[in-house]
């Protein structure tokens, strides 16, 4: 199975910051990856697939970038509404896994 | 609108049965494969099974192979997980996910999800 790491696993930041989440996959997985956005008690959102398309609907300042093994998610000026969970998954092959999160809380 | 509506889930003892039914509207349900994902209180996700438009296709998780059925029924828009054999460590909140339209576009709809606790 293919591993996804992702660093940091919390984040501290404040409304405003530049912010950025790094996937690292365990073997290539070409551009097969999405990222999604989870608040508590509710269901995972799609924002990025295929490592840099953006989901429609979702805010411009949310960007994705990489191929291989290595990606990210950037949030370019943190809005109040992004404090939450942020997973990462991979697509190329099954199973379809996805990285352990990375939580963003306001400093 | 695109809409998922999981239900079924509830208190099960060890060892015990239940079967999750996701109803799907909004879209042409027959025209994309499906998926279930689970989350563990306090914990992330973990996908479960996945099964093609037409049923052809069918994909488990180890932790979940031989104990879980995913099946659907393209004329009632739905999606099940029969789940048997119920452990500990199945208890989670269960979501049925949309695959996107191309390959390995992510999962691009969701629905709220229904917990499933598995305890004596």
């Known amino acids: 199975d293919i591993q996804l790491t992702q660093s940091p696993s919390f984040l501290s930041a404040s409304v405003g910051d530049r912010v950025t989440i790094t996937c690292r996959a365990s073997?290539?997985?070409?551009?097969?990856l999405a990222w999604y956005q989870q608040k508590p008690g509710k269901a995972p959102k799609l924002l990025i697939y295929a490592a840099s398309t953006l989901q429609s609907g979702v805010p411009s300042r949310f960007s994705g970038s990489g191929s291989g093994t290595e990606f990210t998610l950037t949030i370019s000026s943190l809005q109040p509404e992004d404090f939450a969970t942020y997973y990462c998954?991979?697509?190329?092959?099954?199973?379809?896994?996805f990285g352990q999160g990375t939580k963003v809380e306001i400093k | 609108e695109v809409q998922l509506v999981e239900s079924g889930g509830g208190l099960v003892k060890p060892g015990g049965s239940l079967r999750l039914s996701c109803a799907a509207s909004?879209?042409?349900?027959?025209?994309?494969?499906m998926n279930w994902v689970r989350q563990a209180p306090g914990k992330g996700l973990e996908w479960v099974s996945s099964i093609s438009s037409s049923s052809s296709y069918i994909y488990y998780a180890d932790s979940v192979k031989g104990r879980f059925t995913i099946s659907r029924d393209n004329a009632k828009n739905s999606l099940y997980l029969q789940m048997n054999s119920l452990r500990a460590e199945d208890t989670a909140v269960y979501y049925c996910?949309?695959?996107?339209?191309?390959?390995?576009?992510?999962?691009?709809?969701w629905g709220q999800g229904t917990l499933v606790t598995v305890s004596s």
């Open positions: 996910a949309r695959d996107g339209p191309g390959y390995g576009d992510g999962f691009d709809y």
């Open positions: 073997q290539g997985i070409s551009s097969y």
């Open positions: 909004g879209f042409t349900f027959s025209s994309y494969s």
């Open positions: 998954q991979q697509l190329n092959s099954y199973p379809p896994t």
